[in-house]
């Protein structure tokens, strides 16, 4: 009985003293001391060379001064003996990748799958394999499964720029691809011709556009959305001119009886009959869109400026609210806000809004300068915006 009971008590030191190592190698490696966080895990190893989260630390500490191959092997063998060890697959998976060994594919995914994004520190290992997954399947030429990943990435990591750049450069490359089938497909038919149009759009030239949704048309009358963009495209190059408005509105007439009722093309009826001066009929419209949908910024913003021009601030305000809420960077939508608040004396947090309006509107400029060098079609409504401080509501 006694040397049982000397053989538990030797037990307990060591699994203590192996603890005690693991967390001062585990402090160390937070602190950004790896060679003592190394030391401490291989002594933990020494103490009890069958223990997979020593292993696992033994292996995120290589993985951290940079020495993939030795930490896949740590890293492997510490997932061999303990399949839960999610994050040691992720790191696992990372070096693999790098190594260009193929078995990287299945742990990044069972990884990405199953890391927890709350805590930060797995929010940011969450992220470094997500970027290898994407990245492995972009080099793979497999970008059905890397636009899923690289969704997610945007959504959990909206400001990342590296990220956002990745995300840019995915979506041209296959709309590049999509655009080479379909003209390997149906070269000649109505979807090519829209597609020429939609790229002639943003790149500026509304004129072309126009032309090429016109000959959309021509071969396929009923060609779904052709007549609301060939309506927009009239519209935006020449939003003043009375023969443009006429036309565009009847496209987009056109395009409500064919294509059924959406808050697109209600909004772009409100836009066209608020130009027409015909605000009540505008009105209707921008209120059936927002039926339609209650997020739409257009309807909501629409709206808004009507009641305003009619002298009903406080009804106004419960629009811009939601609008400013919805898209917090539509300069118009800050500027009309501050226009309500003033007009209801509610001077200060007028003033706020101001500040936001012409933060927002500064960064707007930056942004269509940024397009005007790609030679990209700008938006430039708020450059039509006076400075809040002169405006009388």
């Given at each position: 009985m006694p040397a049982l009971i000397d053989a538990r008590?030797?037990?307990?030191?060591?699994?203590?003293?192996v603890r005690d190592r693991l967390r001062a190698g585990e402090a160390a490696l937070a602190a950004g001391r790896t060679n003592q966080a190394e030391s401490e895990f291989r002594a933990a190893l020494d103490l009890e060379p069958g223990n997979a989260d020593a292993r696992a630390d033994l292996g995120a500490a290589e993985w951290t001064r940079g020495d993939c191959a030795a930490a896949r092997q740590d890293l492997g063998k510490a997932l061999a003996d303990k399949p839960s060890l999610i994050h040691t697959e992720g790191l696992l998976g990372i070096c693999e990748k790098?190594?260009?060994?193929?078995?990287?594919?299945?742990?990044?995914e069972a990884a990405f799958a199953h890391i927890p994004s709350a805590a930060i520190r797995d929010r940011q290992l969450r992220l470094e394999v997500g970027v290898e997954l994407?990245?492995?399947?972009?080099?793979?030429?497999?970008?059905?499964?890397?636009?899923?990943?690289?969704?997610?990435?945007?959504?959990?990591?909206?400001?990342?720029?590296?990220?956002?750049?990745?995300?840019q450069h995915l979506y041209e490359e296959m709309a590049d691809e999509?655009?080479?089938?379909?003209?390997?497909?149906?070269?000649?038919?109505?979807?090519?011709?829209?597609?020429?149009?939609?790229?002639?759009?943003?790149?500026?030239?509304?004129?072309?556009?126009?032309?090429?949704?016109?000959?959309?048309?021509?071969i396929d009358p009923s060609l779904p959305g052709a007549h609301f963009e060939l309506g927009e495209s009239i519209?935006?190059?020449?939003?003043?001119?009375?023969?443009?408005?006429?036309?565009?509105?009847?496209?987009?007439?056109?395009?409500?009886?064919?294509?059924?009722?959406?808050?697109?093309i209600e909004c772009a009826l409100g836009?066209?009959?608020?130009?027409?001066?015909?605000?009540?009929?505008?009105?209707?419209?921008y209120e059936r869109a927002y039926a339609l949908s209650p997020n739409e910024v257009e309807a909501q913003m629409g709206i808004s400026r009507i009641l305003l021009e009619q002298g009903k601030p406080q009804q106004a305000l419960r629009y811009l609210s939601e609008a400013v809420g919805q898209d917090p960077l539509n300069a118009e939508a800050h500027y009309h806000y501050a226009r309500a608040l003033k007009a209801l004396h509610r001077d200060e947090e007028a003033q706020q809004e101001t500040k936001l309006f012409e933060t927002v509107r500064g960064a707007q400029q930056q942004v269509r300068e940024l397009y005007r060098q790609m030679n990209k079609r700008v938006e430039a409504s708020a450059d039509q915006l006076p400075a809040l401080e002169g405006d009388q509501p």
């Open positions: 008590a030797a037990a307990q030191v060591n699994t203590a003293a790098r190594l260009g060994d193929p078995a990287a594919g299945a742990h990044l994407g990245d492995l399947y972009y080099q793979r030429g497999d970008l059905d499964k890397a636009l899923p990943v690289v969704r997610e990435l945007v959504a959990l990591h909206p400001e990342n720029i590296d990220i956002l750049f990745f995300a999509t655009m080479n089938k379909l003209a390997l497909l149906a070269p000649n038919s109505a979807r090519m011709q829209q597609a020429i149009a939609e790229h002639l759009v943003n790149a500026g030239d509304l004129a072309s556009a126009a032309q090429h949704y016109r000959r959309a048309i021509e519209l935006e190059a020449a939003p003043r001119d009375s023969s443009a408005q006429n036309k565009g509105r009847q496209e987009l007439e056109t395009a409500l009886r064919q294509d059924g009722e959406s808050a697109r836009r066209v009959t608020y130009l027409q001066t015909e605000p009540q009929l505008a009105l209707a419209h």
